[in-house]
T-cell receptor, first 110, second 115 residues
Framework: GQSLEQPSEVTAVEGAIVQINCTYQTSGFYGLSWYQQHDGGAPTFLSYNALDGLEETGRFSSFLSRSDSYGYLLLQELQMKDSASYFCAVNPGNTGKLIFGQGTTLQVKP | EAQVTQNPRYLITVTGKKLTVTCSQNMNHEYMSWYRQDPGLGLRQIYYSMNVEVTDKGDVPEGYKVSRKEKRNFPLILESPSPNQTSLYFC??????????????FGSGTRLTVV
């Protein structure tokens, strides 16, 4: 089967750095993306990695290692508004099929 | 404003009564998808479409139908809803199947309850 594993919950304090890991087992791999979702609202796109390495977008960075079937989302200078659920997702091919992880709930404390 | 519009936002219905959830996008996107979200299970893909008249099954297609007669619209049809289809549904669209710099744009969701 195809699966993505990520921690269910992470807690951190305001101003800190947090890393959310994602390991995947899929029939193919075309890219890994990350989405943020607040309280059952629409998921919003954060980042995408197709090649190994680090992609940086402001306070958020995402890393991919295809040989390890592993990626992570790094959130720096945490703010209260970063409290949300974060999902990793894999395109197993260039077809429109997209597989999501179960999501990580991040709680940022003062 | 570029967006994906789903209707209705909330729906309570009875078992067996056919219903349609509409999805429309104004971005001229080729790719559209439907997902359901249940606690602890993340988002699971129901169906996706790569273009007009081209649709394919995702991971949980049973009990659902879709159609893509026009590029902008991708309705989700439940012919005979059952309580296990109670869920939060999202429609999404994108210019390409693996969008590198902008991802999928999601609608605001439809919370469906089947009693």
């Amino acid at each position: 089967g195809q699966s993505l594993e990520q921690p269910s919950e992470v807690t951190a304090v305001e101003g800190a750095i947090v890393q959310i890991n994602c390991t995947y087992q899929t029939s193919g791999f075309y890219g890994l993306s990350w989405y943020q979702q607040h309280d059952g609202g629409a998921p919003t796109f954060l980042s995408y990695n197709a090649l190994d390495g680090l992609e940086e977008t402001g306070r958020f960075s995402s890393f991919l290692s295809r040989s390890d079937s592993y990626g992570y989302l790094l959130l720096q200078e945490l703010q209260m508004k970063d409290s949300a659920s974060y999902f990793c997702a894999v395109n197993p091919g260039n077809t429109g099929k997209l597989i999501f992880g179960q999501g990580t709930t991040l709680q940022v404390k003062p | 404003e570029a967006q994906v519009t789903q209707n209705p936002r909330y729906l309570i219905t009875v078992t067996g009564k056919k219903l349609t959830v509409t999805c429309s996008q104004n971005m001229n996107h080729e790719y559209m998808s439907w997902y359901r979200q249940d606690p602890g299970l993340g988002l699971r893909q129901i169906y996706y479409s790569m273009n007009v008249e081209v649709t394919d099954k995702g991971d949980v297609p049973e009990g659902y139908k879709v159609s893509r007669k026009e590029k902008r619209n991708f309705p989700l049809i439940l012919e005979s809803p059952s309580p296990n289809q109670t869920s939060l549904y999202f429609c999404a669209s994108s210019l390409s199947p693996a969008p590198a710099n902008y991802g999928y744009t999601f609608g605001s969701g439809t919370r469906l309850t089947v009693v």
